[in-house]
């Protein structure tokens, strides 16, 4: 599986949601799914179906 890239565009209460590099949508994902601690700004890889803070 190829790694995907994201940004965290926004929080709101328990839900964040991720712009990925190159496209126009958000993802929409429960902060539970992320890793501790993540905030707006952060650059995330998702691979092997986990998400990692980079």
Do not use: C, Q
Not at 13 to 20: D, F, I, M
Not at 31 to 50: H, I, N, Q, S
């Amino acid at each position: 599986m190829e790694a995907k890239y994201y940004t965290v565009a926004r929080i709101e209460g328990e839900y964040a949601y991720l712009s990925r590099e190159g496209e126009s949508e958000e993802l929409f994902i429960a902060l539970a799914l992320l890793p501790f601690g993540v905030d707006v700004g952060d650059r995330l890889v998702y691979e092997d179906f986990t998400f990692s803070v980079i």
